[in-house]
């Protein structure tokens, strides 16, 4: 047993290249790797952010695996379910994994190494379990909520990595641009994507149509995997941090109460999470108000990330111009929007309205809401403040599709009124209690 957790800790070591040694570069070193670099590096992420947020388009956790699971289950708890794995798994583990990201010299091995295993491989399953639905439904589901699962847990243990891994390649005032371009074309491609998921799903039998729809998926994800193996890293001396939990602990709370100004934000982004507590019953609200067919989920997904392209682009040259804290607001005065038009929605051509306005809201969150907390952190310690803030955010996830689930079985319209309210109250947290970082005093 011993020479068994010895032999996985040694494989570790030699995936993440821990036992590699740190040449010794300074700052001067470091920003010139990253301008001979800046090119090939801005190429090879923004190749893997397409093809990866084109594969997420056809796996949509407001669209389509609603729309698959409402076919397995007329109960609202699995819906809560995949809302909780899309909400928390990514955010949840970062806190975790940020004292360690801090000690890294490389960041990349983590990303492309691990990754593999922990995000890209286990959405081949998702496809098998499409092919159960009829055989199994129950081990269908379940087989849908350990894939789904896996792949979103498995992307927030890498995911401090990934985003210091961005934040070395490309320097502060560029990247909202590289974010913001790289989710346009990939979201743009996914809006394209949405209608042939659509024609999919409504020209194929169930479940082969989800099948498909799965399977590119995963080959699109499996891709970006290529691409992102491409880039170079410059890599850094790591901090010389303590390895005990305690003064971890310590450290973070001294944070919370030095950074009055990072500890408002936390608010505003925690009810911004809370708003996303009716996201994952907007599909299943329309189709069930209207009997729409399966296709609806497809043409619903072509409408969010139309919203989410436009939004991707728009917030990360905003953002680079004039801060991240101005697109999280007009982030959470999309969500307000797009709730209020769910509630009062007469007929359901109301809904691409109301997925357009969800796909601004991602798109502010995806460019702005990642990237604004590596300005609220001082040089070297981006991860620990990264893993707080995405930590900190992904309990108000987890919480949030929970309360969503009970909301939803005593009606849709109270559940999309109080997620209004939530984003009402983020967009008025955001606006006059917290101030833009890059400019702060």
Known sequence: MIGAVAWQRRLLR??????????????????????????????????????????????SSSTI???????????????????????????????????????????????????????????????????????????????????????????????????????????????????????????????????????????????????????????AISLSWLFLALVREPVQQPRDLPADRRAFRTDLGNILRRDRNFRRFLLGRAL?????????????????????????????????LGGQTAGTLLFGLLADRFGHKLSLELSALAALAAYLLAWLAPDPRWFYAVFALLGLLLGGVLVSGILVVLEFAPAGRRP???GLANTGVGVVGVTAPLVGAGLAALGFDLLFVLSAAAALASLLVLRFAVQEPRWAE
Not at 20 to 26: G, L, Q, R, S
Not at 80 to 96: M, S
Not at 106 to 129: C, D, I, Q, Y
Not at 281 to 295: K, M, Y
């Open 14 to 59: 030699r995936l993440l290249q821990l036992d590699h040694a740190t040449p010794e570069v300074d700052d001067a070193a470091v920003e010139a790797f990253r301008a001979a670099n800046y090119r090939w590096n801005f190429a090879t992420n923004l190749l893997d952010g397409a093809s990866f947020w084109f594969g997420l388009s056809f796996i």
């Open 65 to 219: 695996l609603p729309l698959f699971i409402s076919r397995l289950s007329d109960s609202p708890l699995p819906l809560g379910i995949v809302a909780v794995i899309a909400q928390g798994g990514w955010f949840l583990p970062q806190l975790f994994t940020a004292r360690r990201t801090e000690r890294l010299a490389r960041n990349k091995p983590v990303v492309v190494n691990l990754g593999f295993f922990t995000e890209r491989l286990p959405l081949w399953l998702m496809p098998l379990a499409a092919l159960l639905a009829l055989v199994s439904p129950a081990v269908a589901l379940a087989l849908l909520l350990l894939a789904y699962a896996w792949h979103a847990v498995g992307a927030g243990l890498i995911a401090t990595a990934w985003q210091e891994l961005i934040a070395r390649c490309f320097p502060v005032v560029q990247r909202g641009r590289f974010l913001g371009l790289s989710t346009f074309i990939g979201t743009g491609a996914g809006a394209l994507g949405g209608f042939l998921s659509s024609w999919l799903l409504e020209t194929m039998p169930f479940p082969q149509n989800f099948a498909l729809v799965f399977a590119i998926a995963a080959g």
């Open 272 to 304: 911004l999470a809370l708003a996303g507590m009716g996201q994952g019953f907007l599909a299943v609200a329309a189709v069930q108000r209207w009997a729409l067919s399966d296709g609806a989920a497809g043409l619903f997904t072509a409408a969010m």
């Open 384 to 386: 620990t403040y990264v």
